[in-house]
């Protein structure tokens, strides 16, 4: 069975503070780790992630994966009480006859105090 | 380009009612999926279409049913609600396996 593992469950920061957010995985036929982040409603699409150790970046948040221990970090610098959220790890496997599914972690809760 | 939308965005149901969850997609996409989130225990997939009529289970399908008849709806049904069905339900689509994109969610609460 597929497995994502997310830690911590929860944080809380002061506005400034720097994060990192853990995922590790066990999954067959693994094809992309994925990153949300969810407020109020819909889980909304940070990064993809398929190769190991390139970067990729968007403003204050970067990702990065390493396919051989199987782990992915999320970091977020400089944080703001806009950056209050769930955050979803999630891997993308194929599931045979032509199909792929997300397998999400629980998420971590990120709370950013001023 | 209204991506996907989900109806309703809330619903209350009584202990053994009945009700679908529509999902509707205008990207043309060939992947849909029905998630549940319950708190703290990220989202769990129902059901899943690779294709118009298609479909397969997810880790939770137990108590519903789904159908795909058009590339462009993929509708949830419940057919004896239960209280473990209290959840909020996330309908998506993609392409292939690449980005999701997600419904805003109907909050069910089985009473």
């Known amino acids: 069975e597929d497995k994502v593992v997310q830690s911590p469950l929860s944080l809380v920061v002061h506005e400034g503070d720097t994060v990192t957010l853990n995922c590790s995985y066990e999954?067959?036929?693994?094809?992309?780790l994925l990153w949300y982040k969810q407020e109020k409603k819909a889980p909304t699409f940070l990064f993809m992630l398929?190769?190991?150790?390139i970067e990729k970046k968007s403003g204050r948040l970067s990702s990065i994966l390493d396919k051989k221990e199987l782990f992915s970090i999320l970091n977020i610098t400089a944080t703001q009480t806009g950056d209050s959220a769930i955050y979803l790890c999630?891997?993308?496997?194929?599931?045979?006859?032509?199909?792929?599914?997300?397998?999400f972690g629980k998420g971590t809760k990120l709370s950013v105090i001023p | 380009n209204a991506g996907v939308t989900q109806t309703p965005k809330f619903r209350i149901l009584k202990i053994g009612q009945s009700m679908t969850l529509q999902c509707t997609q205008d990207?043309?996409?060939?992947?849909m999926y029905w998630y549940r989130q319950d708190p703290g225990m990220g989202l769990k997939l129902i059901y899943y279409?690779?294709?118009?009529?298609?479909?397969d289970k997810g880790e939770v399908p137990n108590g519903y049913n789904v159908s795909r008849s058009t590339t462009e709806d993929f509708p949830l049904r419940l057919e004896l609600a239960a209280p473990s069905q209290t959840s909020v339900y996330f309908c998506?689509?993609?392409?292939?396996?690449?980005?999701?994109?997600f419904g805003s969610g109907t909050r069910l609460t089985v009473v």
């Open positions: 398929t190769s190991s150790g």
């Open positions: 279409s690779v294709g118009a009529g298609i479909t």
């Open positions: 998506a689509s993609s392409y292939s396996d690449r980005v999701f994109t």
């Open positions: 990207m043309n996409h060939n992947y």
């Open positions: 999954v067959t036929n693994f094809r992309s």
């Open positions: 999630a891997v993308s496997a194929y599931s045979g006859a032509g199909s792929y599914q997300l397998t």
